[in-house]
Structures are given as C-alpha cells and as structure tokens.
C-alpha cells in the first residue's frame, strides 16, 4: 500500500501539469450552450464504447482535460455528484483512478477539487494513490499522497468553494487552489512536483 494513502475496507467499491493548463480546464459557466456541449461529448464518447465505461472515465482515461471539464461542468450545475463514483464495469475503476494509472496530473487535481473520492477501491482492492504507484506514475502518486495530508476541513473546504464558484469563472480564477504549498507541506524539504505535462502511462510502455 502507498504510505501515508489510507484506503477504506469497508467494501469492495469503497475499497502538477502545468499550473496555467489546470487553471484554463476549470469548469466555466454554463449555459444552454454548454449542456449541448457536454451533451455532444457524452454522445461521442457512447458511440466510441461498447463496454459500459462511463463517459467521464473515458475522457480521464484519455487524458482529455477539455472533455473532463465539460463533464464536470455539467455534474457541478446538475449536483450529480454520484457520477464521480462510476466505475468502468471490467475492473471497477474510478475517473480519479484511471486518470492517475495513466499520468494526467491535471485531470487528477480537478477531480479531487470537485470532490472525486481519492479512498474508493478498484476491484483489486487498490485506491487511486497505489495504482498510480503500482504503474510507475510518481507525480500523481505524489498529488494524491499530499491531498490525503490535508486535514479534511481544508479537503472539504476546497471542494465547497469549487463547487460554490463552479458557476463563476471569474470566482473561480480569483481563488486557485494552491498546488504549490500543498506540495511543499507535503515535501517541506524539497521542491513540488510539477513535471509540466501529463505523463504517460508506465504500464502502456511495459
């Protein structure tokens, strides 16, 4: 297990890009525009799966930033919040899972921001943090080690405010969340880690 990553046994389903790059893929305002938008993502990316994933997974799993974001855009202005928990059927793993196994840093920070729950298991037992542990996905691992740190008034915090100003965009650019020192409290002796871009996946290299 990854230290300092509690997972949850309660059950079998409970079980830093570049700052301007996750700062621009914050959900904006939505308007009738938007939902047709999103609702065009949502379409492309039924007709593209014929394994029940959902459409949310399937963008984090792709690392589409722009598509993730209209998806929570959408889930933020509807209050479906239980759409962050779907799991693709074959191995029971999250968006915040599959975008951490592949690397995409900034889709896994917008995840946790909008209140993705980093403690649910995939079918193997593993959380968010050790599967990106498991392949080789050292930033991710890191962004989730130092989420976990926060004490949960601060967590829950940065999930209110978000969701509060998800609506706002000029809100929302007025109050980032600070990666930087959540890194640095995390690692006090050494710099955040921030490779700049998504990485890929170590396990599609394998």
Request: proline fraction near 5%; include cysteine; glycine fraction near 6%.
């Amino acid at each position: 297990p990854l230290a300092g990553l509690p997972e949850s046994t309660a059950s079998a389903t409970k079980s830093a890009d570049a700052q301007d790059q996750h700062a621009a893929a914050v959900p904006s305002p939505i308007d009738d525009d938007a939902q047709r938008e999103v609702a065009t993502v949502q379409e492309e990316d039924a007709a593209q799966n014929d394994e029940g994933n959902p459409a949310l997974w399937i963008a984090a799993r792709d690392g589409r930033v722009d598509a993730v974001s209209k998806h929570l855009l959408l889930i933020m202005s509807s209050g479906q919040v239980s759409k962050l928990a779907e799991v693709a059927p074959s191995d029971g793993s999250t968006a915040l899972i599959v975008a951490a196994q592949h690397g995409h840093e900034s889709i896994v920070k917008l995840l946790l921001e909008v209140g993705a729950d980093w403690e649910l298991l995939d079918k193997q037992g593993r959380s968010a943090g050790a599967c990106a542990e498991a392949a080789g996905q050292v930033i991710c691992k890191e962004i989730l080690g130092a989420w976990s740190h926060l004490n949960a008034e601060e967590r829950e915090s940065i999930v209110s405010s978000r969701n509060e100003t998800g609506r706002n965009q000029v809100a929302i650019e007025a109050t980032p969340v600070d990666w930087e020192r959540i890194l640095l409290e995390y690692h006090p002796s050494e710099a955040p880690l921030d490779s700049g871009a998504d990485t890929p996946a170590a396990a599609a290299d394998a």
